[in-house]
């Protein structure tokens, strides 16, 4: 809209004042068409005496940062700030003006910005304060005025928009591959209701993206075009049966596929409206109370099937969390690791933490993918930890053995397993590797080595005598050690195990091989991958 | 905040700050008036004209000029005020105890 005019500033208070926010709004009016004196000197007023408010008082002396947005509409002017400081509630209501005879010296600011503007809104979104002031313009109050299209932008929409956007990113499903749990959804919807089409639709920005269609449907389409843009502005089923006929939304319907549409919004775990359910047809039609009843109730079933995936995706940034997350301080090596999930969680993980003159390393694959396996390899990793802080490599595998054999027996799942002890000074590193056999060390000169696995896996045999052996990682040797998974980013042979120790010898840092695996295999790998890489300077 | 400070008639002081009078200037007016009434006088004007804007922090300073110079037997009155002044004012209903004079001659004018 040409008549729209908007200013923002940043304010960092200490050293900024309210003078800055005075500059701002010298600044902002000569912009602003038509704007009167008295709407230009209550905006003045009121937005200083927010701004004041907040400097003094949001933080008791701690430094604030502050964004102060002004909108001048051709009807009305907002004014939103946005602090960092720590705000309880604020009684806007309670506030009246202190008697005149008094003599009060403070206590006015609030009552003061009343009685000036039309609104004055606080809010608590997201550990911000979130003030509004909006005072509709004076010319448009006049009664021969001709009415004026209201654009739909507003400064609390924004916030709501704001935190909405971040709620649908949380979740993570965006321009996520087809999932057969809500196209199942979407495919009865169709027959449900005998429509041409049936969307899942998740309002991303400016434009709207289909989880899932069934029937006929772009998967991307701009959001002022979308019906269920209009849809997640309010909790209720929406219902057109003639778009083409409706003047407001006409725009939106496209002749011969979307004339009819009906929709109910879904929301996000913390109830922000992210998207819709919706079922249309080619030509008009009546969709009656039990048929919007079934709507919402496919609706909710979707809405519980987006509360899975949420619940899933923190379940993975736990799974994250349980790898090392710092490098262990070795001079002269340099140990990298990563770990790629085919799913949200999986039964791979690597682990290293300080044990004497050096390091504990583990890599581990339980059989399976999934969580039940992300449960199993939470268990093996805590239950090796704390056996190798007693005796000997074969000692702390045994030991770890016997306590997770019940638990394989039960759940019938088995864990491969290399767990080792790298002696930073002689860089002998002294292992135990339980059917895993994905080992190889890169020697300087060249030659790749592939570390023998002479073991069965956990749970297979509880008879099993663990015994270690040992390598020598000369400087320059890079030791590899990785999940089967990788094979499959390469040919699915043991060649794979060669081709990236050799790529370990041409790297130069530890970090750059788990990178490289980490690019091959994004989106491509069909099994969990985790590659720890361990190489000795020099 | 720029502050000017000159002899009136009348043994009246008149005070003429310059700018924004808010929460960055209200110091520096609070204690020009605590000067003149520890000099031992207490008949202020504050000559508004140069004034093109006041907040609720600079009324605040106004009114402890207020009840300094009267706990010191005199009085504080201001002159010259713009209309976003005048606005405060009727707004926060202090105009009967500030009652804004066209000129700092007329606050005193009935002395």
């Known amino acids: 809209m040409s008549d729209m005019v908007t200013r923002t500033v940043r304010l960092t208070a200490p050293p900024d004042t309210v003078d800055t926010v005075h500059d701002l709004l010298d600044a902002l009016w000569p912009s602003v068409p038509d704007v009167s004196a008295r709407d230009r000197m209550s905006l003045d007023t009121a937005i200083i005496e927010l701004a004041a408010n907040v400097i003094q008082h949001a933080n008791r002396g701690k430094p604030i940062t ?5 909108i001048a509409f051709p009807d009305r002017i907002e004014a939103t700030l946005s602090d960092s400081g720590e705000v309880g509630e604020v009684d806007i209501e309670g506030r009246s003006m202190p008697a005149a005879d008094e003599l009060a010296e403070s206590g006015r600011g609030i ?43 507003s400064i609390s929409g924004i916030i709501d928009e704001m935190a909405r956007q971040r709620a649908l990113e ?20 169709k027959q449900l209701f005998g429509v041409g089409g049936a969307k899942i639709n998740l309002i991303d920005g ?64 913390g109830g922000e409206r992210i998207g819709a359910l919706c079922v249309y047809d080619g030509k008009p039609r009546q969709f009656s109370e039990r048929e919007k009843e079934m709507l919402r109730d496919l609706a909710d079933w979707v809405q519980q099937e987006l509360t899975a995936s949420h619940e899933l995706s923190r379940a993975a940034e736990v799974q994250q969390g349980l790898l090392p997350q710092s490098l262990i301080s070795m001079p002269d090596w340099d140990i990298a690791g990563m770990c790629l999930p085919a799913r949200a969680v999986g039964g791979d ?86 059917g895993h056999g994905l080992t190889v060390v890169a020697r ?86 985790t590659v720890v890489v361990v190489r000795r300077d020099g | 905040m720029k502050i000017d400070m000159v002899d009136g008639p009348g043994g009246v002081v008149v005070l003429k700050p310059e700018g924004r009078l808010n929460m960055v200037a209200a110091p520096a007016v609070r204690e020009a008036v605590s000067s003149i009434v520890d000099s031992g006088r207490s008949r202020v004007a504050v000559d508004l004209s140069g004034v093109e804007f006041i907040d609720s922090s600079g009324l605040g300073a106004l009114i402890s000029g207020l009840k300094t110079t009267r706990q010191a037997g005199g009085d504080l009155r201001i ?33």
């Open chain 1, 349 to 434: 993980f690597y682990d290293w933490y300080p044990v004497g003159e050096g390091a504990a390393i583990t890599l581990a694959d339980t059989m399976g993918k999934g969580i039940g396996s992300a449960i199993i390899a939470a268990t093996v990793r805590a239950v090796l930890r704390s056996a190798a802080r007693f005796g000997d490599v074969a000692g702390a595998v045994d030991l770890a053995a016997a306590s997770l054999n019940a638990d394989l027996d039960t759940t019938g799942l088995f864990v491969t397993l290399l767990h080792g002890r790298l002696d930073m000074d002689s860089g002998e590193f002294t292992y135990v590797d339980a």
């Open chain 1, 206 to 269: 400016d434009r709207q993206w289909s989880k899932s269609t069934a029937g006929y449907g772009d998967e991307v389409v701009p959001r002022d075009k979308a019906v269920c843009a209009v849809t997640i502005e309010d909790d209720r089923t929406f219902v057109v049966q003639d778009l083409l006929a409706d003047p407001l939304l006409a725009d939106r319907g496209v002749p011969g596929e979307v004339e009819f549409y009906a929709g109910h919004p879904l929301q996000a775990p």
């Open chain 1, 111 to 153: 009552a003061l910005m009343k009685a000036l503007v039309d609104t004055v809104e606080h809010r608590r979104v997201d550990g911000f304060n979130h003030w509004t002031l909006v005072r509709e313009r004076e010319q448009v109050r006049q009664p021969d005025a001709p009415p004026r299209h209201l654009p739909s932008v």
């Open chain 2, 79 to 111: 002159a010259g005020a713009n209309d976003q002044v005048k606005l405060v004012l009727s707004l926060t209903n202090l105009e009967r105890v500030l009652t804004p004079y066209d000129t700092v001659e007329n606050a005193y004018g009935d002395a």
């Open chain 1, 170 to 189: 949380e979740m993570g499903i965006l321009d996520s591959p087809p999932e057969d749990r809500f196209d199942r959804v979407t495919r009865l919807a």
């Open chain 1, 66 to 70: 502050a964004t102060l947005t002004v």
């Open chain 1, 444 to 529: 300087r000169d060249g030659a790749i080595e592939r570390l023998r696995s002479h073991t069965p896996p956990l749970g297979v045999d509880l008879e099993t005598e663990w015994q270690s052996h040992s390598v020598i990682l000369n400087p320059g040797d890079v030791l590899v050690t990785a999940s089967d998974g990788l094979l499959d980013l390469y040919d699915g042979t043991l060649d794979a195990l060669d081709k990236i120790g050799a790529l370990a010898l041409l790297a130069s840092t530890s970090a750059e091989v788990t990178d490289a695996v980490r690019a091959r295999a994004r989106g491509v790998a069909p099994d969990d991958v």
